[in-house]
C-alpha cells in the first residue's frame, strides 16, 4: 500500500509504504495519545499481527523505540511500560478493533488498563546510544546512559585528516563514528581499533547520524552519504547544489539535511529517493531538529522555520531574528518551546556585560541575590534570584535596554512566535536570562535539557573574577523565571572558573552534566542529584575534574596525543606566538556511551571511564588518512554561465548596494591599523564592484552585458574609486538579511556614509584601486585621458620592504595599483618610466621574498599570534591576473608549496565563514575561500573540474562578489580547456 501526498511545488511524493514501517517500527505495535498532541505506536511482543493496515499515513510515520517491548515513544518521548504479557492474544486483538474504531471518530483515547505506568521525561531515550549531534531528534544533548563520577584516561586514538571542531563523536552499536577532513572513520567504543573509514575526496561537513544499523552524514563534496554502519559499505549519495554543514535528522525512514544551496532536503532513508524540499533565501547551517511531525531549524536568511515532515509544507516561518544567523549547532526542543542560540554580530560583549553587571569587582559577586529557590534540581541547590543586583545592573534591565544582544531565543514551536519574558515583573520586555558566554564570534553553543529533572542548562555569567574577565559556569534555568541554579563550581587548575570568553561544548547523561572546554584545558562532570550548596567553591563530594592543563605547556593527558594536531596549527611565528589557541573556536560536547565519555582533543579520540589509567592510558596507532574517496559531480559550463548571469543580473536588479559585514572574532579589534581599516567589510571598496563585473563582462549575454556598462557607469560616477575607499552603510540595498543593531562606539559602528580616506598604517587611499580605473578605461566605459588624471595621486609613498614581507596583502595590492598606473598611462600616451621601474622592483621583490610562513609584525608580540588568523589568505588578497603569471613564472615552486600547505592546515577552506578557526574567533573571513580558489585558478591553473569541486555557494543574498569571481574565474578555466 502506498499513500500520494502534494507537496508546495504542486508534485506528488510517495509516503513511507507497510515496508518501511514495519522496519522503523518492528512488526507489532499499538496506538497512544501524546500528552502534547499526536500519536505513537507502542511497541509490545507479540501482539496485533498485521496491526498496520487501514491506519492514515501521519499515524504511521512516527518512530518508537524500542526495548524489548518495554518502552512507548511519543513522538520520541519515552514512557516507561509494562509489557502485559499475560494479555492473551485475543484480548490484544480486541483492543486493535477497539483503537481502529476510536480513530475512525476522532476521539482521545487513554491508554487502557494501566498499561503505562509512569510519564518519563520529555527527551528522547536514546537506547542505540548517542545517535546524532545532541543525542535526539530533540537535539537535547541528554541520554539515560552516564559516565559517573571520577572518570580518567582508557586509551587515546590519535587521528590524522582533520576533525572539525564542531563535530560530536557519534557512538551505537558497539562502535564510535567520527567525520573527518577526509571521510567518516568507525572505531570499536571499547578499545579504540580501527574498524573501517567511507572516504571522501573533502571534507564531511557535521557529525554523522546513526540509524537502524545504517550511517547518514552530509559533505562538502555537496553530498549526502547513506553507509554501513558494520561494513562502511556505501549505499547510495544525493547531491545537490550546495555542500551540507549539518548534520543529517533521521527520523521515520526520512533523511533531512539542511545545505548550503539554501534548500532543506527530504530523503528516503533507504534509497535516497528525494521526497521533497524546501527553499529558504539563505544557506542552511544549522541542524535540524524534530518534535511532533515538525522539523525545525534556522537559515541565513535570518529567519526560523518548521516544516511539516512528509510534504514539507511551510507551517511557520519566524519574525526575522537577531544576530548573524546560526553556525555550527542545532535548534532544541523543550516542551512546547524550540530554542536558538545565535550568532554574534558586535564586539567585546564579555566585557560590556562584565562592566554592567559587576561595577565594584568584586570576586565571586553573583549577579543577583543568592538563595535556595526551590525547582526541579536538586533540593537545596544555589540560587540566583536576577530581578536585583546588589553589585551592579542587573541581566533583565540589560536585556531590556540591548533586546538585540538576547543570546537565547525561544520560540513557541507551534507558531513560530517569539516567547516574551518579563522575569523581573516590571512590565518591560526582557530575555531568557542567557547572556553571552562562547568565544569572540560564531554562534553560542545550544542549551541543553537534562532527562534527570527537565531542566534547561546552558551557560551564561555566574559570578565576577575581580577585574578579570568574569566566569560563565552552566547554569539551570527555572523556565520564566528569574531564577538561575548554579550546579557547577570553580575547580582548580586552568580556566577553573569557565572564562566567560572561552568556548565550552556541555552535555549530560543519567543525573550528571559533562563539559569540555577549549584547547583540552577542563573536561569535568558534576552530579545534579546532588545539590551544589559550596558554590563557587567545590566541596569535593559530586564534581569531578578529569583534565587540567592547554594541551600545550602542561597536561594530565597521556604525553603524545596531540601530536596529529600540530600539522594543523596556524601559528608559524617564533615561540611569541601561542600554538595553545588553535582550538578556540567551536568547542563541542562530550559523547556518553556505555558508561564511558568520549572526546576529541588534539586532533584524537580520547575515551574516559571510572578506574582508568589516566596520564599512562595508552596513545594508540595512528588512524591514518584515506586515498581516494567519493567526490563531487562535475558541474557542466553551460551550468556556471547560467549561475553567472543569475548572480549579476540580481545586482542589476537591486540597484547600488551597501558594503556587506561579517563578525568574526577577537581580530576584529586588531584589523583596523595592522591589516587594513574597513578589511572585514566586504566589497566596501567602490573598486571591488568594478573590476569584478567587467573581469565577468566577456562571459555575459550580449543583452546582460549593456546592461552591466550602463550599471558600472552609474557605480563610477556616484562612488569614483579614486575619491571613495568606503561606499558606506547609508545608501543602497543591503546584501545581508540580518538587521544591524544599532550602531554604537567601540562595539559596533557601521551607520556611516562614503570615506574619503582610512587610518590604515598601510594606505591612506587603496593602491589597486587605480587597477581597477585601468580596467575601467580599458572596457571603453570612459577617456582614458580622464581616467587617469584621477588616477595621479592615489598611490602613496610604497612602505618598507619589510612591512611588504610581512603583510604579503599590501605588496599584492601596490603591484596591482602600479599595473593599472602603468597601463593607464600608456593608453592616456602620459610617462610612466619611474612607476614601471617601481612595479618591477615590487615585483622581484614580491618574488624573492615570498615565503608560505609569513612572520606577523605588528609591533606588538602579544597580538602578532591574532593575525595568524589570515595566514592562509594574506599571500594571495588582491591578486590580480598580470601577478599571477609573474608568479608563475619566476615563484611557482614556492606558491605551489604554500598552497599545498594552507589546504592541507586549513581543510575547510572552500567553505565561505567555515568555522574552523584559531585565535580567539569564531569564524573565518571570506578572503580565505576567495583567496585560495583564486590562487588555485589565476597562478596554478587548476582545471574546470578541479574549481567546480571546490566552488562554494554565495554567501549572501545578491552582491556576493567574491563567488563572482570564482565563477568567473572557473569559466576561464573551461575555456582555456576548450581552446
Known amino acids: 500500500m502506498r499513500a500520494l501526498y502534494g507537496s508546495q511545488d504542486g508534485r506528488r511524493h510517495e509516503a513511507a509504504n507497510n515496508s518501511d514501517m514495519h522496519e522503523t517500527f518492528g512488526e507489532h505495535s499499538l496506538l497512544r495519545r501524546c500528552p502534547l498532541g499526536g500519536y505513537d505506536w507502542i511497541g509490545l511482543s507479540g501482539c496485533f499481527e498485521n496491526g498496520w493496515n487501514g491506519l492514515p499515513a501521519r499515524f504511521r510515520r512516527q518512530p518508537a523505540a524500542k526495548n524489548g517491548g518495554r518502552l512507548v515513544a511519543c513522538r520520541n518521548r ?29 476521539v482521545v483515547l487513554v ?83 580501527d574498524l ?24 562538502m563534496d555537496r553530498k549526502i552519504h547513506a553507509i554501513d554502519a558494520s561494513t562502511g559499505q556505501g549505499l547510495w549519495t544525493f547531491s545537490a547544489m550546495g555542500g551540507f554543514h549539518t548534520c543529517p535528522l533521521v527520523v521515520g525512514g526520512v533523511v533531512y539535511a539542511g545545505s548550503r544551496d539554501g534548500r532543506m532536503y527530504a530523503l528516503k532513508a533507504a534509497t535516497g529517493k528525494l521526497v521533497w524540499q524546501f527553499r529558504t533565501a539563505g544557506q542552511i547551517l544549522q541542524s535540524a531538529a524534530y518534535q511532533d511531525g515538525i522539523v525545525f531549524f534556522g537559515s541565513q536568511d535570518a529567519h526560523a522555520y518548521a516544516l511539516d515532515e512528509r510534504t514539507g509544507a511551510q507551517i511557520w516561518r519566524s519574525q526575522k531574528l537577531p544576530g548573524m544567523g546560526w553556525h555550527s549547532w542545532w535548534p532544541v526542543i523543550y516542551k512546547d518551546a524550540v530554542l536558538f542560540t545565535r550568532t554574534e554580530v558586535e564586539k567585546g560583549l564579555v566585557g560590556f556585560q562584565n562592566e554592567w553587571l559587576f561595577t565594584k569587582k568584586v570576586s565571586n559577586s553573583l549577579p543577583g541575590v543568592r538563595g535556595n529557590e526551590p525547582g526541579d534540581w536538586a533540593t537545596g ?87 578579570s574577565i568574569p566566569g560563565a559556569v552552566m547554569v539551570g534555568w527555572k523556565y520564566g523565571t528569574p531564577f538561575l541554579s548554579l550546579p557547577v563550581s570553580n575547580m582548580p587548575g586552568q580556566s577553573g572558573f569557565w572564562p566567560g570568553d572561552e568556548p565550552v561544548g556541555i552535555s549530560a547523561g543519567g543525573k550528571f552534566v559533562y563539559w569540555n572546554l577549549c584547547n583540552d584545558r577542563f573536561i569535568g562532570s558534576a552530579d545534579l542529584s546532588v545539590a551544589n550548596s559550596a558554590f563557587p567553591n567545590n566541596d569535593g563530594r559530586r564534581q569531578w575534574r578529569h583534565v587540567t592543563g592547554d594541551g600545550f605547556k602542561t597536561t594530565t593527558l597521556p604525553a603524545g596525543y596531540n601530536r596529529q594536531s600540530s600539522q594543523y596549527h596556524w601559528s608559524v611565528g617564533p615561540s611569541k606566538t601561542r600554538p595553545m589557541y588553535w582550538a578556540h573556536g567551536d ?138 575607499v568606503h561606499i558606506g552603510f547609508k545608501d543602497g540595498a543591503p546584501r545581508e538579511p540580518f538587521d544591524y543593531p544599532p550602531s554604537t562606539a567601540r562595539i559596533f559602528e557601521h551607520e556611516f556614509g562614503p570615506q574619503l580616506g582610512s587610518p590604515f598604517r598601510g594606505w591612506s587611499k587603496p593602491p589597486h584601486n587605480v587597477y581597477a580605473l585601468w580596467k575601467y578605461a580599458q572596457a571603453g566605459l570612459a577617456d582614458p585621458a580622464s581616467v587617469f588624471r584621477h588616477a595621479v595621486g592615489v598611490i602613496g609613498s610604497t612602505p618598507s620592504d619589510g612591512y611588504l614581507e610581512a603583510f604579503p596583502h599590501v605588496h599584492n595590492a601596490y603591484i596591482a595599483g602600479y599595473l593599472g598606473y602603468v597601463g593607464l598611462a600608456k593608453m592616456a600616451g602620459q610617462p610612466y618610466a619611474a612607476q614601471e621601474m617601481e612595479l618591477n622592483r615590487l615585483l622581484q621583490l614580491r618574488a624573492r621574498t615570498f615565503r608560505w610562513d609569513v612572520q606577523a609584525d605588528t609591533g606588538n608580540v602579544q597580538s602578532d599570534q591574532y593575525f595568524y588568523t589570515f595566514i592562509t589568505a594574506w599571500n ?104
Not at 557535521?206 to 537502524?212: D, G, R
Not at 544582544?405 to 526582557?430: K, N, P, Q
Not at 588578497?877 to 608563475?888: G, I, Q, W
Open 587 to 724: 568547542n563541542v560536547g562530550p559523547t556518553i556511551y556505555n558508561g564511558r565519555m568520549y572526546v576529541h582533543r588534539g586532533n584524537a579520540i580520547v575515551g574516559f571511564a571510572p578506574g582508568g589509567l589516566g596520564s599512562s592510558a595508552p596513545v594508540l596507532t595512528v588512524a591514518r588518512a584515506p586515498s581516494g574517496g567519493v567526490g563531487p559531480d562535475p558541474i557542466l559550463e553551460a551550468a556556471l554561465r547560467e549561475r553567472l548571469e543569475a548572480e549579476v543580473q540580481k545586482i542589476l536588479d537591486s540597484g547600488h548596494l551597501m558594503a556587506g559585514f561579517a563578525k568574526i572574532g577577537l581580530v576584529d579589534f586588531m584589523t583596523v591599523n595592522s591589516l587594513g581599516q574597513y578589511l572585514l567589510h566586504y566589497w566596501h571598496n567602490p573598486a571591488d564592484m568594478l573590476a569584478t563585473l567587467l573581469r565577468a563582462l566577456p562571459h555575459l549575454p550580449a543583452a546582460v552585458q549593456d546592461k552591466v556598462r550602463r550599471y558600472l557607469q552609474d557605480e563610477y560616477a556616484s562612488f569614483p574609486p579614486h575619491k571613495y
Open 111 to 193: 491508554a487502557p488498563l494501566g498499561l503505562c505506568l509512569q510519564a518519563a521525561p520529555l527527551q528522547t531515550n536514546s537506547l542505540e546510544g548517542w545517535v546524532t549531534a545532541g543525542a535526539n531528534p530533540q537535539r537535547t544533548s541528554w541520554v539515560p546512559d552516564a559516565a559517573p563520577t571520577a572518570l580518567d584516561e582508557i586509551w587515546v586514538k590519535p587521528v590524522e585528516p582533520y576533525i572539525s571542531q564542531k563535530v560530536q563523536i557519534i557512538a551505537a552499536e558497539g562502535k564510535l563514528f567520527l567525520s573527518t577532513a577526509r571521510g567518516l572513520y568507525a572505531f570499536d567504543a571499547d578499545t579504540g581499533a
Open 381 to 467: 541547590e544555589t540560587t540566583v534570584d536576577l530581578r536585583t543586583n546588589p553589585n551592579g545592573g542587573t541581566i533583565c534591565d540589560w536585556f531590556e535596554r540591548y533586546p538585540w544582544r538576547r543570546s537565547l531565543i525561544v520560540l513557541d514551536r507551534r507558531t513560530g512566535r517569539e516567547i516574551a519574558f518579563d522575569l523581573d515583573s516590571d512590565g518591560i520586555t526582557d530575555a531568557a536570562p542567557m547572556l553571552w558566554a562562547w568565544t569572540h564570534g560564531g554562534t553560542c553553543y545550544p542549551p541543553l535539557v537534562s532527562g534527570h529533572d527537565n531542566v534547561i542548562y546552558f551557560r551564561s555569567v555566574t559570578h565576577a573574577v575581580g577585574t
Open 876 to 979: 594571495f588578497m588582491f591578486l590580480v591576473p598580470e601577478l599571477a603569471d609573474y608568479l608563475r613564472q619566476n615563484a611557482r615552486p614556492k606558491v605551489k608549496e604554500a598552497i599545498d600547505r594552507y589546504t592541507h592546515m586549513a581543510p575547510y577552506w572552500m567553505v565561505g565563514h567555515n568555522e574552523e578557526v584559531q585565535h580567539e574567533n569564531g569564524l573565518t573571513p571570506l578572503h580565505q575561500t576567495h583567496a585560495l580558489f583564486q590562487a588555485k585558478a589565476q597562478i596554478l591553473k587548476a582545471s574546470r573540474d578541479e574549481l567546480t569541486k571546490l566552488l562554494d555557494p554565495p554567501s549572501v543574498a545578491v552582491g556576493d562578489l567574491y563567488y563572482i569571481q570564482n565563477l568567473t574565474a572557473t569559466i576561464e578555466a573551461a575555456q582555456r580547456e576548450t581552446h
Open 78 to 106: 519515552p514512557v516507561a511500560c509494562s509489557t502485559q504479557k499475560a494479555f492473551s492474544k485475543h484480548a490484544l486483538r480486541f483492543m486493535h478493533i477497539v483503537f481502529r474504531i476510536v480513530f475512525s471518530f476522532g
Open 196 to 219: 573501517w573509514v567511507y572516504a571522501t575526496e573533502l571534507p564531511l561537513g557535521h557529525s554523522p547520524t546513526y540509524a537502524s544499523g545504517r550511517v547518514y552524514v552530509g559533505g
